[in-house]
């Protein structure tokens, strides 16, 4: 009499006909946009800091996963380069190459494979690398060179504060906003990539083309961009009511920092973020307001990072806050 056997295995039990190295690959193609501006900008030194970034990162994924942890090497999914990409565009594009290996290795080895690999980590791996780069050489990581448009003669060039960090700055001082608007640049040049920075936040308009092929593909949805950003557009827009002397404005918060970078390419990471829509909807708000509180409130100028390493941490809590009741039951 033949038995049938009930075959238990790990989730995910719903499998579509994606790929992972066609999820990432698909990823990297959405960021070439802000790549290709960030050359334009930057010149040299932008290439030569994100493929160093993607060389480390892939270099570390493989050493460690043959000499440490033993097993088949993964670098051929895509995911180490896009770690190294998203590292390398939250990273000024002076910044030291040494500096830079010691943010790779954290960024892989504590950020991914120290909790077994890709589908593991809870944090996402870039923003660990960028905030332990930050942490121990806070100097070089908050001194941001000017753009010059097509300049490839020199690696090097006149650096200067973020226009975050100058309203900041200029804001603590008792400035007005009429005064701190000449000190930055316009929103026209924020928004086609014209400001200091570090590569990947330098263009909004690279980096929404960069999220319409992702939607497009359905790599990502829209619930954790659409949420985060428009959290961060009310929240900044009632300070700006309530005091436009004291507080900058909601366009002024979404064309600078990392906002796009994070709220498109980070926070929406399948690892770290909510499975569910419901919990990517609370997911974005969370990023969001704490993003508002870091930058208005905090000591740092920016806030994103913090906010979606905060957020990751939660995401379990969130799973569990939105999973869908069993059909069936009340």
């Not at 796009?260 to 919990?279: E, Q, W």
Request: charged share 10%.
């Amino acid at each position: 009499m033949s038995k049938e056997l009930l075959t238990i295995s790990l989730s995910p039990h719903i499998k579509g006909e994606e790929t992972t190295p066609q999820i990432m690959y698909g990823v990297a193609i959405a960021l070439l946009p802000a790549l290709i501006v960030s050359i334009i900008f930057f010149g040299l030194g932008a290439i030569k800091v994100t493929l160093f970034a993607v060389a480390f990162c892939l270099l570390f994924e493989f050493l460690i996963q043959k000499f440490i942890m033993k097993v088949e090497s993964s670098i051929g999914d895509g995911s180490a380069l896009i770690t190294g990409l998203l590292l390398a565009f939250n990273l000024p594009s002076n910044f030291p190459i040494w500096m830079l290996l010691i943010g790779a290795l954290a960024a892989m080895a504590i950020g991914k494979l120290s909790f077994g690999g890709l589908g593991n980590n809870p944090f996402n791996p870039a923003l660990v690398g960028r905030v332990f780069l930050l942490i121990c050489f806070p100097v070089q990581m908050t001194s941001w060179p000017l753009p010059k448009l097509f300049s490839f003669s020199s690696l090097d060039s006149v650096t200067g504060a973020t226009a975050l960090g100058v309203a900041k700055e200029a804001i603590k001082q008792g400035q007005s906003i009429a005064h701190i608007k000449t000190l930055i640049p316009g929103n026209l040049d924020l928004f086609l990539g014209q400001a200091g920075g570090s590569l990947g936040e330098v263009s909004a308009l690279a980096l929404i083309l960069g999220g319409l092929y992702m939607l497009y593909k359905k790599i990502i949805t829209w619930h954790i961009p659409v949420s985060f950003i428009g959290t961060v557009i009310i929240f900044t827009g009632i300070l700006w009511a309530i005091n436009c002397e004291q507080y900058m404005s909601p366009l002024f918060h979404l064309l600078t920092g990392g906002l796009m970078l994070g709220a498109i390419f980070m926070a929406t990471d399948m690892v770290t973020s909510p499975m569910t829509k419901k919990g990517q909807l609370i997911f974005g708000v969370g990023c969001g307001l704490l993003t508002v509180i870091i930058r208005i409130f905090g000591a740092y100028p920016e806030g994103v990072s913090f906010a979606i390493l905060l957020m990751n941490a939660v995401v379990p809590l969130i799973n569990i806050l939105s999973k869908p009741k069993p059909f069936g039951t009340n």
